[in-house]
């Protein structure tokens, strides 16, 4: 079973970046797609990032396109998501998962808190 360990959040303020990393292990990397997905007080879990094996293909909600980056090193069986000019409204447990979009199995979360 794969297990996936995250970390990088924080406090910080409005318009600060953070990059947040997943290290997976137990399972073949390489092959599986990953993602990052977010749950905010209150809030369903959402999905905010998606990237495929290779990372060639990689997919955003809306609300973060444009702002956060995921990317991966197959080579360290790290995905990682990179996030600039962050709002309060991005403030959440972050959760990696693995075999995205068909999602196998998730980290416990990093919280990642911005102030105004």
């Known amino acids: 079973q794969v297990q996936l360990a995250e970390s990088g959040g924080g406090l910080v303020q409005t318009g600060d970046s953070l990059r947040l990393s997943c290290v997976a292990s137990?399972?073949?990397?390489?092959?599986?797609?990953m993602g990052w997905f977010r749950q905010a007080p209150g809030k369903e879990r959402e999905f905010v990032a998606g990237?495929?094996?290779?990372?060639?293909?990689?997919f955003y909600a809306a609300s973060v396109k444009g702002r956060f980056t995921i990317s991966r090193d197959n080579t360290k069986n790290t995905v990682y998501l990179q996030m600039n000019s962050l709002k309060p409204e991005d403030t959440a447990v972050y959760y990696c998962?693995?075999?995205?979009?068909?999602?196998?199995?998730w980290g416990q979360g990093t919280q990642v808190t911005v102030s105004t």
């Open positions: 998962v693995s075999g995205w979009p068909v999602i196998v199995s």
């Open positions: 990237i495929n094996y290779s990372g060639g293909n990689t």
């Open positions: 137990g399972g073949t990397f390489s092959r599986t797609g």
